[in-house]
């Protein structure tokens, strides 16, 4: 399973930015998918994730309303969708898939990775 992401660059706090992560997999439709961010010298931290059939998701607290992971199955696409940035929210964000189809929140559970997408957040 190849992983895609895109979306990321600069914004303003308070701005909004929406991620995207194409999966070349046709059973898209049985991973879990989730975001991750890190930091340079920090550890990948889990931002969301969602189940395979996208009726559960899990948000780090830090991001919990204003951040929304979708999944849109018929396009082998997930979505992370975040609002009202802060520079905290600034990293590089990796899209993951889980074969599981559960929305750990542990990188160690997840199979695929995705290149990663810079976001950054200027105040």
């Known amino acids: 399973v190849q992983l895609q992401a895109f979306g990321g660059g600069s914004v303003q706090a308070g701005g909004s930015l929406r991620l995207s992560c194409a999966a070349s997999?046709?059973?898209?439709?049985?991973?879990?998918m989730a975001w991750f961010r890190q930091d340079p010298g920090k550890e990948r931290t889990i931002v969301a994730a969602?189940?395979?059939?996208?009726?559960?998701?899990y948000y780090a607290d830090s991001v919990k309303g204003r951040f929304t992971i979708s999944k849109d199955n018929a396009k082998n696409t997930v979505y992370l969708q975040m609002n009202s940035l802060k520079p905290d929210d600034t990293a590089v964000y990796y899209c993951?898939?889980?074969?599981?189809?559960?929305?750990?929140?542990?990188?160690?559970?997840?199979?695929?990775w995705g290149q990663g997408t810079e976001v950054t957040v200027s105040s």
């Open positions: 993951a898939a889980a074969g599981s189809g559960y929305a750990a929140s542990k990188s160690r559970n997840y199979d695929y």
């Open positions: 997999t046709r059973t898209f439709s049985s991973y879990a």
């Open positions: 969602i189940t395979w059939s996208g009726e559960d998701t």
